[in-house]
């Protein structure tokens, strides 16, 4: 079977809304004006011969392959380089033309390995395509320097750098500069002597390089070769998924031989990556057929036990039982589960509707109380709805970016990529942040205007004196305020933030910020065209987490930054299907679309469909699920791909939460640090093994695509539904396509949702109300989404956090997110990622590491009010004299171990921002790291001997 490949028009589209007519080979053309005749030529069926032109990065022009002949015009242009216009009569062949093509593409080939059969790119090469195309039979050179002995280069774990088969076209160079933004490529040496160099003529693991395999996709050699196709072959065909890591919601061609995937490559139609990838999407797949996967139930009945490897039948019906018993001796109220954002959004859906509906109960929660529950509240309070308001492509248009709490180019890669792009290109940059990111100063070409390096838990006295100055200096949007909010509420807010003890010279002393880099930032972002706010969990995971969000939505208002492209208030979110998780009604106090339980009229709705009474009071919260636990008044919990046990904080109380349950069900394809403490395991299925959807972080509802059989037999939702029907309560899909359509019928903004409607546009943004909708891209456009279609302004008052630094306790530990790795790294940490990252460490700023006596590489123990960990250090200047960082990407660091029970006070979201420490070097790791490595050695133990007997 041939593979299907995407077209290359190769040129990048025309915005242009001018439309020009032109003749080419004799056809008649229309095209937007800009277009390259190239491109209006393919757009036709005419594939002019190319090397160095491609869709995705601007035409070069040094190939020559592509030349053509202009009636009326001198000599032979490159088709790429040149743009249409109106009655151009063009030839693409000819003799003339012929003969050109056949000499360069000669010149080519006499410095090429002749290797064609045995190379990896033989049936995917587009040299070999093109010598084809224009008829090449003989080659007359025979140089007498060649670069066929050049060095290979397979340094980097993905992909294979083979310059013997470089034709210094620049696609790579131009592909890590345009699309990435990385610059970590560049063409060193002139004319023979031109070579593609990484950095400085370094390896590329040595390099710049990111390995977000632009330059691979771009390659049209084996130059750059994907080191799984070298090993495999080609693959035979290729199917359209949702990437399964971040919540940019890439879109992937899974490129298969059979059910082997083979390569992920970026869909250049994918309106959330337009053919971008990073190095997690594109290459760190191997984690779905790891030799860790577990493919079998397993049941037992105490943690101490060894795992039994049970049938599917006998695993459900167990699991169904052990939650009645619990049920019959504790209460209606006893059990509960916590839904997915890594499962489907239909995956979500029938396991809240199980427990509310099957356990009588509304004990549901899920991982976004522990990173976006604040935004839900802060956004739901001042627009009406939980969501961010544009879509990515939006800050393409923006002017002033203000990015706060978030670090896009680590956590968001290829949004990140894409808001560099528009840096470039002259947009001007604000970033709020304790710690040095990127992009700051780090990046190629990009450098913040501003970095207000506010102290850690002082962002609403920060964001009060922003607002301060855009009231006392007139930077209001008079208009929009009258014609869109409340302006009872904007008046009260308004005599609020104006009052001196919010100015900046007032909180200077609170945030360490100087008033007039304040003032300054405040007056670029309010007197932009296009002011747009980019958030991330260093806004929500404090204990004035929705009040933070609340005030970055206040000065979106007040400014009028609000219902147009280029400007809107975007919280990026963590998993791939956060935002999904939450509209599908995980939280334990709101239906489906953000409808609240004791809604009299919602309810009645959702019985009726259902079939089923309902309970009129919102569940229990994790935290919540945990405290009931230690009172013997939670005793089940259906726990479905997320990592409790070492992804929320204050783990040792987490741990004795979970050892004081009597029924612990974990849904997961590995055992994770949760399933340790389990007493049944359904074992779940990859993104690969499921179809369904997943929704991103501007509300993007995309297809996910089955490419594989599942492993363990079952996808995730059909294990659900069997738990429900051996639970009593009836559940018959046949299809995901089945529970999107009750999800629609069900859910307003859901209205115009359809697996065919999806087929057919790709993806869709919601709200989509009705068929005839193709969804929402921006929010708010005419009236915001509250009952009186009012923005609604709240006041914000600052209360310091009761995490204080102390003699004992001096420094301020944050934490947050690295490329390589993803959240608490089950999937990224069983690949080849490891290279870049392979344990977390503390970052301390050099005067705190010399006060210390510290070096990098030494290892020091953090200790908290909580508890004590040991990291390695790493001396950096990215954090501020009094702050130290971590990641939380391994089990072993305990990162959460440190991290204390402060939550957001509307939400419960922990404050994971903000834990005082005191940093001392030791010798040995942790009490707790030590007692923890005997627990989870063992429990690996009793794992191997359950899979041995069985």
Known sequence: MSINKEQDFGTPVSTATQLVTLEIDGFQVTAPAGTSIMRAAASIGIDIPKLCATDSVEPFGSCRLCVVQIEGGRGMPASCTTPVAEGLKVATQNKRLADVRRGIMELYISDHPLDCLTCSANGDCELQDMAGAVGLREVRYNPVETHLDAVKDGSNPYFSFDPSKCIVCSRCVRACEETQGTFALTIDGRGFDSKVSPSQNQPFMDSECVSCGACVQACPTATLMEKSVIDHGQPEHAIVTTCAYCGVGCSFRAEMKGEQVIRMVPHKDGKANHGHSCVKGRFAFG????????????????IKDPWQEVSWEVAINHAASELKRIQAKYGKDSIGGITSSRCTNEEVYIMQKLIRAGFGNNNVDTCARVCHSPTGYGLKQTFGESSGTQDFDSVMKADVIMVIGANPTDGHPVFGSQMKKRLRQGAKLIVVDPREIDLVRKSPHVKADYHLKLRPSTNVSLINALGHVIVTENLIDESFVNERCDVASFNKWKTFIADPRHAPEAMESVTGVPAGDIRAAARLYASADNGAIYYGLGVTEHSQGSTMVIGIANLAMATGNLGRVGVGVNPLRGQNNVQGSCDMGSFPHEFPGYRHVSDLETNKLFEAAWQAPLSREPGLRIPNMFEAALDQSFMGLYCEGEDIAQSDPDIKHVHAALRAMECIIVQDIFLNETAKFAHIFLPGASFLEKNGTFTNAERRISPVRKVMTPLAGYQDWEVTQLLANAMGYPMNYNHPSEIMDEIARLTPTFAGVSYEKIDQLGSIQWPCYDESSEGTPIMHEQTFMRD??????????????AERVNIRYPLILTTGRILSQYNVGAQTRRTENNVWHAEDRLEIHPHDAEDRGLKSDDWVGIKSRSGETVLRALISDRVQPGVVYTTFHFPESGANVITTDNSDWATNCPEYKV??????????????????????????DLLEQGISNG
């Open 788 to 801: 009186n279609g009012k923005g609604l302004f709240m006041l914000t008052e600052f209360v310091p956090t």
């Open 287 to 302: 984690y779905a057929t790891h030799k860790d996967r577990i493919t079998k139930p397993m049941i037992r009945a105490n």
């Open 915 to 940: 834990t005082a420490v005191q940093v001392t070097k030791v010798s040995q790791s942790s009490e707790w790291q030590q007692a923890y490595h005997t627990f989870s050695e063992n429990q690996l």
